[in-house]
């Protein structure tokens, strides 16, 4: 036998009051746990897009915060658009000659080039020999002149500091959900996580868009597991986007979905990504043009499937893209790019960490006042359990008292029994909680795109204190419980030492 | 050798008039060995005498000496470990930890020092079966009658081998055979232990079975007349 048997026991007497202590105590502890995994679940999500893999949007002139809602987390609406002629200045020479090679103006360059080539070979016959090489030279120079104008003869002027571009082109919807429309880069350069050290990976088989293949032409599309899981979503099957809206009106296009994404925790759970070449080729996808039959009208009767067809970068525009620049020069360029009147950059952890302080960090610093509260309570609970059965236990310690027990020894027992009730709840409290995340963790899952299970731990706390600022702080709150227990356990073992022993012997 | 020595003991207690005087001057020897049994009316002092004789109340002045040791002297947990060594109680509600069983309600006065030893509870097992209750160790308080209570509380109050054990009321709420067995088995263990036994009682029968009587009344003591 020993003091914790005494204390044991003691618990067990009281069973009724004791359990009622208890399931206090591990309401409060599995509010704590609920309340950390909170905690945890909005600081995963923030580390999730905390590294985005890009550093700049650039989108249209408006709110930069606007910006990044609608270009990070596909929120609120999208401010404007851009000219895709904007977006090749981030692209290389080659790119850009491929891209504007459907353009209207490559087009009337070519047929210009062939009636000054006419041109030329008519005063060539016209003239003497002499003349005749003097008028190749003159157009040779006027055509080096030429060149460098021509946007396809050029590297784009900010290519040089990136890394890369992806387009983001918004404006549809799956059900509640944004169709994004991009290129495949979005996931074969983009990584994921809190270093951004995950690839992007999809469910079974699945796999991510092409531009074109002879199987589904442009249209092909891939989901994130939230959509995917909501919407009964599985490779294989088809989308057909709404304009506008959720209730807008459906396009006709159809996308073949050839992956599903597995969760990230990352608003991309959330969306839908197609081609971008399907999503122009959708019906009002295309800027019409002033005067566009004066350049071919023929174009708009090409067939949406046919690969030879390329839309021209006049008819083109993306709503923002993401921007991977070299460290060195983005605020430069950043301002730069603000400083003209097309486009405007933001560096989207900035804005993100404003987003934060200004909702996130007072939700959680609510949060963890209402932890330091609930324990606080659950401490009060086991000391006015303990407070109110020392009524009943007076002659108890009188007992223990007259029959030599030390000061330390009284306060050991009620101390012990403080601590094993804290600690009993605690661990209860523990469990629960942790069964109470796993039962929500397919309802977790399908809002946040954060995984968690039984065996989940809340984040540290990123508190500046040693240990503390480092482990869970889930492992923090047994010791934590059974410390106060301790605290507030002083009073009624103060109380129980200071008895009467003769008078409570005497009742 | 007195174990104990008494001289000229009283105890007060203040009140919003003149302090109440409840032991106005006890004179008392007590050698081992020695049983005394200390009887009178109700509020004559009897309980707050044992109280003093207990150590749990101390006294307002006089002297106290207990094998030749002032325990009032000592600080609270000095004076705790006396009263450990030194002094048996047996109480009249018996007051065992309802949560314990017998042996282990036993074994509390060993604990003051930590967790009993092996040879604290080969004693206290020895003890139990003096009492005449080695079948009934493993029950609980609840689960024995009033006699067996008491026999309970006469093995924990010689657990720690004391030279004085103090008894209050020891048979006040058994029926008269009870009281006689347990009178008995006090006188057989006092002479087998060479302790010192006093005993507060109502009980003629009890009183006549010990060598010396005392009555206390109006806070002193005196022979007693019957």
Redesign the interface.
């Known amino acids: 036998?020993?003091?914790l048997?005494?204390a044991f026991?003691?618990i067990?007497?009281r069973l009724f009051s004791s359990t009622l202590t208890m399931i206090s105590m591990a309401l409060g502890v599995t509010l704590v746990v609920g309340v950390l995994a909170i905690f945890g679940i909005v600081q995963q999500s923030f580390n999730a897009n905390a590294t985005l893999g890009y550093n700049m949007v650039i989108g249209a002139k408006g709110g930069k915060l606007q910006l990044v809602l609608n270009s990070v987390y596909y929120l609120s609406e999208p401010i404007e658009n851009i000219p895709y002629e904007y977006f090749l200045e981030y692209k290389s020479q080659e790119v850009r000659e491929q891209e504007y090679s459907g353009s209207y103006s490559y087009k009337a360059v070519q047929h210009q080039q062939v009636a000054r080539a006419t041109l030329v070979a008519a005063g060539v016959g016209l003239h003497s020999p002499v003349t005749a090489i003097a008028a190749i030279a003159a157009d040779a120079s006027v055509q080096e002149q030429i060149d460098t104008l021509y946007p396809w003869k050029r590297v784009g002027k900010y290519a040089a500091f990136t890394d890369f571009a992806i387009p983001l082109c918004l404006g549809d919807y799956v059900g509640p959900y944004r169709v994004v429309g991009t290129t495949p880069d979005m996931f074969d350069l983009l990584r994921h996580g809190s270093e951004a050290q995950y690839e992007y990976k999809m469910r079974g088989n699945g796999r991510n868009f092409e531009q074109f293949n002879q199987e589904n032409g442009f249209f092909e599309a891939i989901v994130g597991s939230v959509v995917a899981n909501d919407r009964g979503l599985t490779v294989g099957d088809t989308i057909t986007p709404s304009h506008g809206s959720e209730e807008g009106d459906q396009h006709t296009t159809k996308f073949q979905v050839v992956g599903v994404m597995e969760a990230t925790g990352t608003p991309n759970d959330r969306a839908v990504f197609i081609n971008m070449e399907g999503f122009y080729r959708m019906s009002d996808h295309a800027k019409p043009l002033e005067n566009e039959d004066a350049f071919g009208a023929d174009q708009q009767a090409h067939k949406i499937t046919d690969a030879s067809y390329i839309l021209p970068v006049e008819k083109r525009e993306v709503t923002a893209m993401l921007v991977r620049m070299d460290p060195l020069y983005s605020v430069g360029i950043e301002n730069q790019v603000n400083e003209g009147n097309l486009a405007q950059a933001v560096f989207p952890i900035i804005e993100i960490r404003k987003l934060l302080d200004l909702f996130v960090r007072p939700v959680q610093t609510l949060l963890m006042v209402l932890t330091v509260l609930i324990c606080f309570v659950s401490g009060v609970s086991i000391l006015v359990s303990i407070y109110n059965s020392m009524n009943e236990r007076r002659?108890?310690i009188?007992?223990?008292?007259?029959?030599?027990?030390?000061?330390?020894?009284v306060y050991a027992v009620v101390l012990l029994e403080s601590m094993l009730l804290s600690f009993m709840g605690g661990i209860l409290g523990f469990f629960s909680g942790h069964a109470l995340i796993a039962m929500c963790s397919g309802v977790i899952e399908a809002k946040t795109g954060v995984q968690v299970g039984f065996f989940d731990f809340a984040p540290p706390i990123p508190l500046p204190i040693p240990i503390v600022g480092s482990i869970s702080a889930e492992f923090l709150l047994i010791p934590g419980m059974i410390l106060l227990a301790v605290f507030v356990g002083f009073i009624p073992a103060t109380s129980a030492y200071k008895t009467d022993?003769?008078k409570s012997?005497?009742k | 050798m007195a174990n104990l020595v008494i001289k000229d003991l009283k105890k007060e207690y203040p009140t919003r008039g003149e302090p109440l005087e409840i032991l106005k001057g006890i004179d008392l020897e007590l050698s081992s060995g020695d049983n005394l049994a200390i009887i009178g009316p109700s509020g004559s002092g009897k309980?707050t005498l044992l109280?003093v004789l207990?150590t749990?109340?101390h006294p307002t002045s006089g002297s106290y000496t207990l094998n030749d040791t002032d325990p009032f002297s000592l600080d609270?947990?000095e004076l705790?470990?006396f009263?450990?060594?030194n002094i048996g109680?047996i109480?009249q509600?018996h007051?065992l930890?309802?949560?314990?069983s017998v042996l282990?309600n036993v074994?509390?006065?060993t604990?003051?020092n930590g967790?009993?030893a092996a040879a604290d509870v080969a004693r206290a097992e020895e003890l139990i079966q003096r009492v005449g209750l080695a079948d009934r160790s493993h029950h609980r308080p609840a689960e024995l009658s009033g006699g067996e209570r008491e026999r309970v509380a006469v093995a924990?109050s010689l657990i720690?081998s004391p030279s004085l054990v103090l008894a209050d009321e020891p048979t006040g709420n058994l029926d008269h055979r009870n009281a006689q067995q347990i009178g008995e088995l006090l006188l057989e263990i006092q002479d087998a232990e060479s302790m010192a036994l006093i005993v507060v009682t109502h009980s003629r029968d009890l009183a006549d079975m010990l060598g010396r009587k005392l009555e206390i009344n109006d806070g002193r003591l005196s022979s007693a007349t019957v």
Do not use: W, Y
Not at chain 1, 398 to 409: I, M, P
């Open positions: 036998m020993s003091l048997t005494i026991r003691s067990k007497q002659s108890e009188a007992v223990l008292r007259a029959l030599g027990a030390r000061r330390g020894t022993v003769s012997l005497g | 309980s109280n207990g749990l109340d609270e947990d705790a470990a009263r450990n060594a109680f109480f509600e007051h930890l309802p949560q314990l282990e074994l509390i006065p604990m003051a967790k009993p924990r720690c």
